[in-house]
């Protein structure tokens, strides 16, 4: 084996290296694009932007991606969107109709995009009444009484307490 030979066969490996990594590059951005955005005309973009940049010189198609791509995959963005939603209903500002998931006033009755029922107005006191509580929570009223009939608030009886006693003398407390 002559120097020259040594020399071919080093530069074909290098080449293959070389095209190895560039194909990894480009295979790489094109998984992490398909994850980070649903749009078409991006990911061919991102893929084109680290593919025309060929083996040799990888690195500034890769870098100005790097730059370019969206922060946060897909998944993320929907789960930052579901946190969101879960905390606006958990403070009260995001009442949501249930059947078409427009915002609603929590006192609305029905929704007024879908007319779907949203709450019932309480037969004693006409305030919104949520259609799973069993009486009003502002005048005590059982949930679908008549207009006019008083409320009939009874508190839950209360076990009687038995009265603490001392313990006798010489025993031990545990």
């Not at 922060?71 to 606006?88: H, I, K, N, P, W």
């Not at 919104?128 to 508190?155: E, H, I």
């Amino acid at each position: 084996m002559n120097a020259t030979t040594g020399i071919v066969l080093g530069a074909l490996v290098g080449g293959v290296w070389l095209f190895l990594l560039w194909l990894g590059i480009v295979i790489w951005t094109y998984k992490d694009i398909r994850e980070r955005s649903r749009d078409l005309f991006t990911q061919a973009l991102s893929v084109f932007l680290v593919m025309m940049f060929f083996p040799g010189l990888n690195l500034p198609g890769l870098l100005l991606y790097l730059l370019l791509r969206p922060r946060e995959t897909v998944d993320e963005a929907y789960a930052r969107s579901l946190e969101q939603e879960v905390l606006l209903r958990e403070v009260g500002e995001g009442a949501m109709c249930h059947k078409c998931q427009q915002p609603v006033e929590k006192d609305f009755l029905f929704c007024p995009y879908c007319q779907a029922r949203l709450r019932e107005a309480c037969g004693r006191c006409r305030r919104p009444v949520s259609l799973f509580w069993v009486v009003c929570p502002y005048c005590g009223a059982p949930r679908g009484a008549p207009v006019g009939q008083p409320a009939t608030y009874r508190a839950p009886a209360e076990e009687p307490v038995a009265p603490l006693r001392e313990p006798a003398p010489g025993t031990e407390i545990s």
